[in-house]
């Protein structure tokens, strides 16, 4: 048990300042415990896909900043070309301009908006997101029910959504997994199946 406890540890340890840099944290652990290609081989977008994924957010998050500034704050996580948007924005219209401003991104083939309304939450609150976040990845990482880079991880207000191409199995262990995370408050599934 305390080899367990030890292993989830480190796991979390290494997670939590990869998620402040990016939304693949396990991506990124995995590739760099095994070498950079293995991040590669085993996610199931190509590497131009995967390329394009980074791109959709770079110029998105170009656009959103340079029309709102930081009266708005949004993260952008794309998939395969489906793209999360979560956050807060003062109004519905300013969340509907930014979906809009998103669907605009070459290469972007659905949006899901779930921006919410509101004021923008503190840095602790987003830093408490990033803890929920490794730790539901540790999760995936410690059960061993599927390759935990072919789910991404997004939580915003305790809210965890839930990306990647998954077969059905896969998605119910992972949202199984997340829903029963300490500090969860909801999970949302923005799969998409290849079953």
Request: net charge neutral.
């Amino acid at each position: 048990m305390q080899n367990l406890n030890l292993k989830l540890l480190a796991v979390v340890f290494f997670l939590l300042p990869l998620s402040f840099l990016s939304g693949c944290a396990a991506v990124a652990v995995t590739g760099a415990a095994a070498g950079s290609g293995y991040a590669v081989a085993e996610d199931r977008r190509t590497s131009g896909t995967m390329m394009q994924d980074e791109s959709i957010e770079f110029k998105s998050n170009g656009r959103i900043k340079e029309k709102f500034g930081r009266k708005v704050h949004v993260e952008v996580t794309s998939f395969n070309g489906k793209v999360l948007l979560t956050g807060q924005a003062a109004s519905a219209k300013v969340k509907d301009e930014i979906g809009d401003i998103v669907k605009a991104v070459e290469g972007v083939r659905d949006v899901t908006n779930e921006i919410a309304v509101g004021e923008i939450k503190p840095l602790t609150a987003r830093s408490y997101d990033a803890w929920i976040t490794s730790k539901v990845k540790a999760r995936f990482v410690n059960e061993g029910l599927f390759q935990a880079n072919h789910v991404k991880v997004v939580t915003e207000d305790g809210v965890v959504y839930l990306m990647g191409m998954v077969d059905r199995e896969e998605a119910q262990s992972a949202v199984k997994i997340a829903k029963s995370t300490d500090g969860v408050r909801k999970v949302v599934e923005v799969f998409e199946y290849q079953d």
